[in-house]
């Protein structure tokens, strides 16, 4: 396997097809087929079921490419680090982001911490927590921005943000919710409204629920906040989400749940047992010391 045939295979995934590939790629599809059987044989699996028009990718083939962006974003990302050494400029740094929600406090800090090191670049990676905690222990990033809850391990944290959970939708959906004299609502209060939930918070929801002795209604379970939050405002359900989410949708109605175990915090973290980039070190220490003087 070479990053070439990865480059081919890639292609040949986002295309949907061999000529479209080859369209992209300025080749002739027969040098493409070649290097794409070749990779079937040396590993001994079909990656493609190839169809007169289309090609869908097998199993296999779904997670070669998975490895193959990865391989090639990092490939690019050396690749433009060593042109910036080249120049006498810093590595950039690699730094993965949740993509649920947004946070003010991140990018506040990031902003300040620019004005003092114009010269440090970032290259971005938005993956999910779980993924991003697989992508700090390969060291494929420096640092990542995640969300609890977290298997700390060998991980140091510094928070930037704590949060409660939030129903949020349209007025027509939150009309159906009860709430208390304060303005917040239960699950309890939810029991008659279909609700949509962020799949890592199911459990703690369910949980909650079921101690107020109901069940929730859920017409939709999603890997993705942002889903969440777009299915609430179609009028589908009730989005039941990190307030940070909220960011992103501030035309929706939303009620602050009143269960005191539905609350997060969005965290930066880092390895304690590798070395990381001289840039990534200033850039924690930097959020370290923002979180202590903030805490005085």
Same mark, same amino acid.
């Given at each position: 396997?070479?990053?070439?045939?990865?480059?081919?295979?890639?292609?040949?995934?986002?295309?949907?097809?061999?000529?479209?590939?080859?369209?992209?790629?300025?080749?002739?599809?027969?040098? *493409?087929?070649?290097?794409?059987?070749?990779? +079937?044989? +040396?590993?001994?699996?079909?990656?493609?079921?190839?169809?007169? &028009?289309?090609?869908?990718?097998?199993?296999?083939?779904?997670?070669?490419?998975?490895?193959?962006?990865?391989? *090639? +974003?990092?490939?690019?990302?050396?690749?433009?680090?060593?042109?910036?050494?080249?120049?006498?400029?810093?590595?950039?740094? &690699?730094?993965?982001?949740?993509?649920?929600?947004?946070?003010?406090?991140?990018?506040?800090?990031?902003?300040?911490?620019?004005?003092?090191?114009?010269?440090?670049?970032? &290259?971005?990676?938005?993956?999910?927590?779980?993924?991003?905690?697989?992508?700090?222990?390969?060291?494929?990033?420096?640092?990542?921005?995640?969300?609890?809850?977290?298997?700390?391990?060998?991980?140091?944290?510094?928070?930037? /943000? +704590?949060?409660?959970?939030?129903?949020?939708?349209?007025?027509?959906?939150?009309?159906?919710?009860?709430?208390?004299?304060?303005?917040?609502?239960?699950?309890?209060?939810?029991?008659?409204?279909?609700?949509?939930?962020?799949?890592?918070?199911?459990?703690?929801?369910?949980?909650?629920?079921?101690?107020?002795?109901? /069940?929730?209604?859920?017409?939709?379970?999603?890997?993705?906040?942002?889903?969440?939050?777009?299915?609430?405002?179609?009028?589908?359900?009730?989005?039941?989400?990190?307030?940070?989410?909220? *960011?992103?949708?501030?035309?929706?109605?939303?009620?602050?749940?009143?269960?005191?175990?539905?609350?997060?915090?969005?965290?930066?973290? &880092?390895?304690?047992?590798?070395?990381?980039?001289?840039?990534?070190?200033?850039?924690?220490?930097?959020?370290?010391?923002?979180?202590?003087?903030?805490?005085?």
């Amino acid at each position: 396997m070479n990053l070439v045939q990865l480059q081919y295979f890639a292609a040949v995934v986002e295309e949907g097809s061999i000529s479209a590939a080859a369209r992209r790629l300025h080749l002739s599809q027969p040098p *493409l087929s070649i290097q794409i059987r070749n990779l +079937e044989t +040396e590993y001994g699996v079909r990656l493609l079921d190839r169809g007169a &028009r289309r090609a869908r990718v097998t199993p296999a083939g779904e997670l070669l490419y998975e490895y193959a962006v990865r391989i *090639l +974003e990092m490939t690019h990302a050396a690749e433009d680090d060593l042109e910036s050494l080249k120049a006498g400029q810093q590595a950039s740094l &690699r730094l993965g982001i949740i993509s649920s929600g947004e946070c003010p406090e991140l990018l506040q800090g990031l902003a300040e911490f620019r004005r003092q090191y114009p010269d440090i670049a970032f &290259r971005i990676f938005d993956r999910n927590t779980y993924e991003l905690q697989q992508d700090i222990e390969k060291q494929r990033i420096d640092l990542a921005v995640i969300r609890t809850p977290f298997q700390t391990g060998s991980l140091e944290s510094v928070v930037l /943000r +704590e949060e409660s959970f939030f129903a949020a939708g349209t007025k027509e959906m939150l009309a159906k919710a009860v709430c208390d004299p304060d303005g917040h609502c239960s699950l309890a209060g939810l029991s008659r409204t279909p609700v949509i939930l962020y799949r890592r918070w199911q459990d703690a929801i369910r949980a909650e629920a079921g101690k107020e002795g109901v /069940r929730p209604d859920i017409v939709c379970m999603s890997d993705d906040a942002r889903t969440c939050i777009q299915w609430a405002g179609a009028g589908i359900g009730v989005a039941l989400v990190p307030e940070s989410v909220l *960011l992103l949708a501030p035309e929706l109605a939303r009620l602050e749940l009143s269960e005191a175990a539905l609350h997060t915090k969005v965290c930066l973290i &880092r390895r304690t047992d590798r070395s990381i980039s001289g840039s990534a070190e200033k850039l924690f220490h930097f959020f370290v010391k923002r979180a202590e003087a903030y805490a005085l």
